[in-house]
Every structure is written in C-alpha cells, then in structure tokens.
C-alpha cells in the first residue's frame, strides 16, 4: 500500500510562485512512475507533469512547459511552480504507480495510475 500526502498548496498572485511537496509513507518512489495532476472546479482531472519509473524522463503538460518543474528523491516528489496565472487554480494531485513502464514512456492518463494522494489546493488571483 502506497500513501501519499501532499503540502504546499495555497493563495497567491498571478506570477508568484509556489511548490508543492508529495511524500510518500509507503514503499520509496524508487522504480515507481510519478506525477501530478489537478482538477479545477467542473473541470475534469488533467495531467500536469510525471517522472518515469526509474527517474530518468520528464514530460509536462503544454500549458505548464518552461513554467513547472517535477523532480523526486525517495520519499518526496516536489512541483515548483513559477509565474503561476489564473488557469492554474486547481486542486493539485500526485499519483504513483508501480508497473514498469521503462523509462521511454512516462504514463500521462490517469486511468494508468493506481496510488492518489488527496490533493492540495491553489488558487491564483489575478
């Protein structure tokens, strides 16, 4: 059993920063693919970014390129989240699954994840 819990969510302006933080209790995200994704409100949940089963590929959303960051150690995955706009207003999830994907493919639907945190919220003021 995998449990995550994510941290970091809040208020802020249009252009501020924030980073979001995920950590696991369960086993490390050693040989696990990771990613988070979000959720605005009547929308439905949508891929954000993800890290490949052993760590080595990175893929990020169009909407979120050259602005967020995804990385990992063995118990926490982080998002740093830069010149943040309204649209990213969300409920932020990060997701874990432990099928060996290789590091070629990084799984992006969420029907391909098996381990949900329960999300943190951020909402961006204009």
């Known amino acids: 059993q995998v449990l995550l819990v994510e941290s970091g969510g809040g208020s802020v302006q249009a252009g501020d920063s924030l980073m979001l933080s995920c950590a696991t209790s369960?086993?490390?995200?050693?040989?696990?693919?990771t990613a988070w994704f979000r959720q605005s409100l009547g929308m439905e949940r949508e891929f954000v970014a993800a890290?490949?089963?052993?760590?080595?590929s990175t893929y990020y959303a169009d909407s979120v390129k050259g602005r967020f960051t995804i990385n990992r150690n063995n118990y926490n995955m982080y998002l740093q989240m830069n010149s943040l706009k309204p649209e990213d207003t969300a409920v932020y999830y990060c997701?874990?699954?432990?099928?060996?994907?290789?590091?070629?493919?990084?799984?992006?639907?969420?029907?391909?994840?098996?381990?949900w945190g329960q999300g943190t919220q951020v909402t961006v003021s204009s």
């Open positions: 369960g086993p490390t995200f050693t040989n696990y693919a």
């Open positions: 890290i490949s089963w052993r760590g080595r």
């Open positions: 997701t874990a699954e432990p099928r060996n994907f290789g590091d070629s493919r990084v799984p992006t639907g969420q029907l391909e994840y098996t381990y």
